[in-house]
């Protein structure tokens, strides 16, 4: 046979008659090994960098979740004070008490009022506390000023609480920023970092207070001068920081290190620190958290202990292997280029490697098939792990007896042919998911992958392809996006789904010039409910009322409970003007009222629960979400203000039910 009669198949032959071959299939195995090493280093990398992430957002949610808390104590507070002429020593020390905040909400050091006193009046002032037994009173720290204010009521009122009796917190012009900022506002006002008057010894902590201003009257006046001159006082609550983020922390962040600055982070904003943290974290995450009008810095770093559970061997074994197997290709390549003999015994070893390689797919988790391009899809070949998911045996199939279109639900059989259709037309593999039923009537979520194979004519045989279960997954995504949006104990949407649809109501309401309006309620003396009957009555009551707040308003109304016993109502298209957006507002908040006025029959027994209702009307205007309902909030407050079980509006005279 001359040259040119050489086929390809010869040539490649005698290629493999030299070493360069084997150098070269030794180079492409490597860079192949490194690739794959690479790709897997840096996704077990960015899967470790997102738990870390999801952990430190779950951490960050509790501390702002429990700070949130610590700002409804003092709300609560401060409807003590409105709701009374003046509450004595003793009305604060039970309210407080009631509240076990020791259990609820730890670590917290305490509860208290400060009260502003003119200067023309602090000799009256003092008198008047000496003579209610506390002989050694005197405000601190001396000095003339103009106005004075003094802690006269802090609970529990002993150890180093006692220390702080007197104390003039204006006087300290970081205390005093957040005095002036809650005054001004009537919102909670968090302050800078502090040390707190309460500290002595060698266990000095840094702290911080949160403040809530008490006007005279019980109501919030509406403008920064009527504000300032009707103060009366502040509850607050001071915190020692490292007990109060111990106390939310405990147990609950054992992979990560976490620091927590009052603003920019350096030594003299630093509030607290879990552990000295190390320079070689490999994941730092900062998160703002921003309470009472202030921003703090919390910076999240991984610990070696959550690093080492987050390092897998799977890249090692792979570089391992790759490179072990690249060698071993590369001395067999060599082997061939002397000893051509061996090519028989090479060719047992691939059909072995074959054979090895079926029984590999016939056993990996999911099902390998191959079977006919159309509906109702018979099978060729398929793996025993069919039976998990239909209850038919591989054999059933491959005879013909049963195909895939037996246990695929009827309405996914479009999706599925449109998916084997663009694969074809495009010439690529195709992925999608879908039901399967299988004999005991149990349906299961599937994902498939596969490729359409085509011979050298461009004329399509079959499919090849491989299912897996992804039932878990499935059931896995829906409770993330339940726990996301809907409150657990009613399964009413939540506030981040009330304000995310409301933030649509108002952009719908600007577009077409349609009003809408928002019904804030909270349950009157619910708390009475939990305390004479428990929680688990009361949250049974939650859920009466939650259903009766769906029947008593429109198909397509928003019901949302924020949490605690307070639900809002979100109307839409009520109609062109706000006063007709008022009154239908005001006729479904009527009825709420005669609904919820009803007794409510929980374990044989008749309870009786009533609601504050404020309502707040939206339009055109650009208005935020968050305002809106802050402004229902504040016209709730004043139906409670004004004597509860009634209906307040922002615009007209309010409409009461018996109580």
Known sequence: MSPKDKSPASHFHALLDHNAAAWLMLAIGLALTFGLWMHFSAHFAERAQDRF?????????????????????????????????????AEWRAYVGALALDRSLPGIQGTGFTQMIPASRLAEHVAQVRAEGFPGYGVHPPGERDPYSSIIYLEPFADRNLRAFGYDMYSDPVRREAMERARDTGMPALSGRVTLVQEYGSEVQAGFLIYLPIYAGGTQPDSVDARRATLLGFVYSPFRAHDIMRSIFDGRLDDADIELFDGDPSAETLLFASTQRS???????????????????????????????????????????????????????????????????????????????????????????????????????????????????????????????????????????EAIRRALRERTSYEVEYRMRARDGRTCWVTERGHVYV????????????????????????????????????????????????????????????????????LDHFKAVNDTYGHEAGDKLLCEVAHRLRQSVREGDTVARLGGDEFVVMLEDLGESSREASEKAAAIGEKILAALNEPFQIEDKAHRTTPSIGVSCFGSADERAEDLLRQADAVMYRAKARGRNRLERDDTQPRTQPV
């Open 279 to 417: 320079a070689n974290a490999r994941f730092v995450i900062d998160h703002p958290v921003d309470i009472g009008g202030r921003r703090w810095l919390a910076r999240f770093s991984s610990t070696p202990a959550f690093e080492r559970d987050q390092a897998s061997a799977e890249p090692g074994l792979i570089l391992f292997g790759g490179s072990t197997l690249s060698l071993m290709l590369f001395a067999l390549l060599n082997i061939n280029a002397h000893h051509r003999r061996r090519m028989q015994a090479a060719a047992a070893r691939l059909v072995q490697s074959r054979d090895e390689f079926r029984t590999l797919v016939e056993n990996v988790p999911g099902v390998v098939f191959r079977s006919q391009i159309a509906a109702p899809w018979a099978v060729i070949h398929i793996s025993p792990s069919i039976a998990a998911l239909t209850d038919a045996a591989p054999e059933e199939f491959v005879s013909g007896r049963v195909s895939f279109g037996d246990f695929i639900v009827l309405e996914d059989f479009a999706t599925i042919e």
């Open 53 to 89: 992430a999801h952990r430190a957002e779950a951490a960050r949610n509790l501390l702002l979740s429990r700070m949130q808390a610590h700002e409804q104590v003092l709300r609560g507070g401060a409807a003590l004070f409105a709701a009374s002429d003046e509450v004595s020593r």
């Open 455 to 522: 011979d050298r004519a461009g004329v399509p045989q079959w499919l090849d392809g491989v299912i897996i279960d992804i039932t878990e997954r499935r059931q896995a995504e829906e409770a993330i996006r339940n726990l996301a949006f809907v409150d657990t104990l009613t399964h009413l949407p939540n506030r981040r789904f009330l304000l995310d649809r409301l933030r649509q109501g108002l952009a719908n309401s600007r577009r077409h010039g349609r009003h809408g309006a928002l019904l804030f309620i909270d």
